[in-house]
Structures are given as structure tokens and as C-alpha cells.
């Protein structure tokens, strides 16, 4: 073997040397404890995006249901819309019922102190004035025509609210009690209630006041039978203290005929 083949073989076996010892270097093989970290660290990382996922998985459920919650106040709304407009449509009849009596009344003749009547009050003067007069419900006895005001009452003046007729005491006295519709028949906001509409301000409290004390206690109706004296309360309680109908639940009204 000459010098030179000699010469070309000591640099290959050089290369070959310094070739496996850089590139252990720069790759070596993971020990056990190195694997374990790293696949812990790519578990931490997994968890982490699971974790993001789920929040936006929450966050659409949560818009979902935001637009659930929208779509069934729309609903609600749509029902009450329709729920007004058949009411509206019954306020109508009644009205032209009521219209229709009164013609019939007028054109036959008829003696106003030998009927019912519902009041309402003047707006200006605070008089009470004659809205209409029942005609065909006065040969009841005293007890049925209080609980047939107190239902015209409730359904032609005051929106379906609870007037009940809770008794006539041992001196004549008629007690009267006005209730607001159960909360699940009325969602807060889409009806008119005592508290909210009847009771307020001067002219609406006093207009309230006026309707209910007159037409229980029939001044200009000619009625031995009749009752003596009507005294008001509010879900039971009487004496309830309100600014604008305060006269309405201040004790007995006695009935002094015209």
C-alpha cells in the first residue's frame, strides 16, 4: 500500500469519526425522563386547547340560548298583541250591548230610580255620572245584583281585576275587596293593575274612587233592601293607605239616598 491510498484512508476513517460525533451531538436519543416531560408538555398544551374549545363551545350555547330567550319574548309579545286585540274586539261588543240597552230604555220610557246603574265621575267637577243603567238584571235580590255590579265592574271598568264581594255584615255594611290578578295570569308589564294604573294620580285615583263608591251604593235607586253603607280593602287589608285613594278605603261611606 502506497503512501497516498494510506494518506486517503486515515482522512476517511477522520471524516467518518467526526461526522458521528456531531451528529450525535446535535440529535442525541431522549432518555426516558426527557420523553415523559415532553409528552407532558404536550399534554399541558392539549388541555389548554380543550379548555378553549369548551369555553367557546359555552359561549355559543350561552348566544343560543340568548336568542331562545329573545325569540320567546317575541312570542309573548305576539300573544299579548292578539290577546288585546280580541279584547279590544270584546270591549267593542260590550259597548255596543250597552248602547243598544240604553236605546231601547230610552225609546220605551223608564224610571232611572228603579234601576241599576254604573257610575263613573266627572272629570272636571268630580261629580258622579251615569255611564249606563242595567236593565234587566234588577228583579235579582239584593246579594245577586251586588255580585252582578261587582262583575260589570270588574269587566267593563277595571280590566278583568278581582272586585269581590266578601259580605254584608250584622249592620247593613257591604265589604268590598279589591284583589290584583294572580302574577301568572298577569306578566309583569303587560297589564293594567290597582296599584299600577287605577290608583294613580289625583284625577285617576279620584275617577276610581268615584266609580266604585257610587255603584255599590246606588244613591238614586228607590230600594228599601238596599244596603247601608259599603267599606273597601286592598288584598284584605283594610285601611290601606295610598296617596291618591285614600278616601276610597277610609272606613264606612254610608248610602244617603237622593
Request: net charge negative.
Given at each position: ?53 369548551k ?12 336568542q ?8 309573548a ?32 220610557g ?9 257610575y ?5 267637577s268630580?261629580?258622579p255620572v ?6 234587566e238584571?234588577?228583579?235579582?235580590n ?9 262583575q260589570?265592574l ?34 309583569i ?32 235607586m ?27 278605603f ?9
Open positions: 500500500m502506497n503512501r497516498k491510498m494510506l494518506l486517503f484512508i486515515i482522512v476517511i476513517f477522520v471524516l467518518v469519526a467526526l461526522f458521528l460525533r456531531f451528529s450525535g451531538t446535535d440529535n442525541p436519543v431522549l432518555s426516558t425522563d426527557e420523553q415523559i416531560t415532553l409528552l407532558e408538555s404536550r399534554i399541558e398544551m392539549l388541555t389548554i386547547e380543550n379548555t378553549n374549545l369555553q367557546q363551545i359555552d359561549d355559543n350555547n350561552q348566544r343560543i340560548q340568548s331562545s330567550d329573545v325569540l320567546e319574548a317575541l312570542k309579545q305576539i300573544e299579548l298583541l292578539l290577546d288585546s286585540e280580541n279584547g279590544l274586539k270584546t270591549g267593542q261588543d260590550l259597548l255596543a250591548y250597552r248602547l243598544k240597552k240604553q236605546v231601547e230604555l230610552i225609546t220605551t223608564f224610571d232611572a230610580k228603579d234601576l241599576l246603574a254604573v263613573s265621575g266627572d272629570i272636571d268630580y261629580e251615569v255611564l249606563y243603567y242595567v236593565q238584571e234588577t228583579k235579582l239584593t246579594l245577586d245584583n251586588l255580585n252582578l255590579l261587582a260589570i270588574s269587566t267593563e271598568q277595571f280590566n278583568n281585576l278581582p272586585i269581590t264581594i266578601v259580605k254584608i255584615d250584622e249592620e247593613n255594611i257591604l265589604h268590598v275587596d279589591l284583589s290584583e290578578t294572580p302574577e301568572e295570569n298577569n306578566p308589564g303587560t297589564s293594567k293593575t290597582w296599584q299600577n294604573f287605577y290608583f294613580q294620580g289625583s284625577t285617576g285615583g279620584m275617577i276610581t274612587t268615584i266609580t266604585l263608591m257610587e255603584t255599590f251604593l246606588q244613591k238614586s228607590d230600594s228599601d233592601d238596599w244596603i247601608d253603607g259599603v267599606v273597601f280593602s286592598y288584598e284584605g287589608e283594610y285601611g290601606y293607605l295610598s296617596d291618591h285613594v285614600e278616601y276610597l277610609d272606613g264606612v261611606h254610608v248610602r244617603e239616598t237622593k
